[in-house]
Each structure stands twice: as C-alpha cells, then as structure tokens.
C-alpha cells in the first residue's frame, strides 16, 4: 500500500518535492483495532501551518512521517466491539490507503443521507468552524451587515450562507468571475468582490457596503483585512479563521496599526480554532444537518479523484482552484 510521507519542511510556497511517497505492507489489526481503507482525504490550508517546526495549537508534522488530516474511512476489517466491516468512520487519519486505528477520536457516519465527503466539509470542521466563527464570536444579528473573505472556499460559502438564513446582507470577496457569480447566484450572497480585478479593495467594499460593515470573517489577512477595518462600524466584530494570503510568506510582513481604530470604534477582533468549541460539537453538526435537510444551506465541493493525487490537490488551495470544499477521492 501507499504511504505519503513529509519529506521537507517547505520554504515558502511547498512543492510536490516536499512529500515523498513510499511502499508500505498492508497492516492487520490487532485485538480492538479496525483496518481501515480510506475513501475521501481532506486537504486544507491550515496544514500548511504543521509544516514548520514551530510551536503552535496543533502538533508539527514530523519529517519522514506520514501526513495526517480529517479522512473518511471504511472498515475493512474489525476486531473492536463497536464497529463492524462495511462501518464507515471519520477522523484525524494518516495519509495512507489502509490503516489500523483503535477506534480513538473516530466516529460514524451515514451515507444514507449526504455523501460521505460533506462529513469533511458542511458536516465536518470546516462547516462547524463557519458556525461557531460566526455564532459564538461574530454573534451576529439580524439586519448587520456580514464581509467574508475567500468566501468561494470551504469555510466562506457556508459563512455566507448562514449569514443569509440569519437574516443579514452578506457580502463575499473571491478571486475569479466565475466564482462571484457562483456567491450570488448559488449561496444567495449579496454582492461579490473578485480581489484579482480590484485595485482599490477598500473602496469596493464601501460600494457594496455604503452604511459600512459590522462583521468581518476574515480567511485571508494582509491587505484585505487593512480594507475591511476601514469599512467597519461602531462595535463592529472581527472574527479572525484563517490568514492565507500569509501562510507561504517568508518574512514576517508589516501593516497598518489598528489599535487606535479599534479602540475608537470599540471593535472586539478575535482568532480562534474550531477544537475551541469541541464540547459543543454535536449542537453544531445538529444545526448544519438540520439547514442541509430543508435546502437552507448548499455545500459546493471540489473532487479530485486518486491517492496520488493528494499533494498537488494541497497545493492546489494556494492558487485558489478549488470552489467549497477540496476533497480527495481515493
């Protein structure tokens, strides 16, 4: 079986050179262990981050390791009492195409209803980081005003989207026409921005949004962050997910101060990780099932299909070629 392995830790933007892929014999599970085949790989732009030796929420991937990242599995094999073959499983999994687990941190899922990629993405913790971004530290309101940034990807078109069911104008910037359309005619979003034509990003947003903005959902950073604290009201709330703009950097990059904007303004802007809310998990996947069940809420993914291809599908996140969510179909 295949194996894919961290090679290098990558120096600025990672390269295909930075994995290796290696022949590994197929495992067999032990007393309490399940063999697991992997069915659909999630690749997403926070791994980047696990790339370099540095402290951080998460643990560094180590070099000549296999990679790890959310998987849906299907047993193949069980010797533990709560599964059974033909089970499906999802969970923090190894890059490889079979493998033992003891069943720790995994849980069922049902094709019955959804496919089994949505576990990775509106039902996994991309959809659950969208809904408590915005519920627990957007706290947004009926009738605000909801920005998101890299608003075509996994996170930001279900942002949008439940700022819409929560009854709010909801604005989108991404990085082609054909994904501005897609906001505003599939996710029911507002107004869009395509970045790559706009020279003036803070003057766009003051056109989309004249009476300024009250909630940013920031997945990009840098300069469209500077852009949209100078649209943003009174009370305003920065929700601070993602910085891609920023992860491939080599330098540490420099901005506007913002202190005294956020002081005047009396702004609250906060990061945070989704395993911040892990006990609430449950509330959250209830909620997301129950607006995918009456066509509240729409998932868009893009499925790459082969084991092999799993790194160029990473990288593929940096050039912004992925519409919702990127998911390897094995």
Not at 84 to 91: A, E, M, R, V
Request: proline share 3%.
């Amino acid at each position: 079986m295949k194996t894919i392995l961290l090679k290098n830790r990558p120096e600025g933007k990672p390269q295909t050179s930075d994995f290796e892929f290696v022949e590994r014999d197929k495992p067999s599970p032990k007393d309490g262990e399940v063999l697991l085949e992997t069915k659909y790989v999630s690749v997403d732009p926070y791994m980047r981050g696990r790339m370099r030796d540095e402290k951080s929420y998460i643990e560094p991937f180590k070099l000549d390791e296999p990679i790890q990242s959310a998987i849906v599995a299907e047993v193949v094999e069980s010797k533990h009492e709560k599964f059974q073959k033909g089970d499906f499983l999802t969970g923090m999994l190894q890059w490889k195409e079979f493998q033992t687990s003891n069943g720790k941190g995994l849980r069922k899922v049902s094709k019955d209803k959804v496919s089994l990629s949505a576990y990775l993405g509106v039902l996994g913790m991309t959809g659950l980081t969208a809904y408590f971004g915005l519920t627990r530290i957007g706290e947004l309101k009926e009738g605000e005003t909801l920005l998101v940034s890299g608003a075509a990807g996994a996170v930001g078109s279900v942002v949008g989207q439940i700022g819409k069911i929560k009854g709010c104008k909801v604005i989108g910037i991404a990085g082609t026409d054909e994904k501005v359309e897609m906001l505003k005619n599939e996710f029911g979003f507002d107004d869009a921005i395509n970045y790559d034509k706009t020279d003036d990003m803070a003057a766009a947003i003051k056109k989309a949004a004249p009476d300024g903005i009250d909630v940013y959902f920031d997945n990009v950073g840098s300069y469209t962050l500077d852009a949209a604290m100078e649209n943003i009201n009174r009370f305003g709330r920065v929700i601070n997910c993602g910085a891609i703009s920023l992860y491939n950097e080599t330098e540490q990059p420099t901005g506007p101060r913002l202190e005294t904007k956020i002081v005047k303004k009396s702004l609250k802007m906060q990061g945070f990780i989704v395993r911040n809310f892990e006990e609430d998990f449950e509330e959250g996947i209830e909620q997301l099932s129950s607006w995918l069940k009456s066509g509240k809420l729409k998932h868009e993914e893009t499925i790459v299909e082969g084991f092999d291809e799993i790194p160029q599908a990473f990288l593929d996140l940096f050039d912004g070629k992925n519409k919702g969510k990127m998911v390897v179909k094995v």
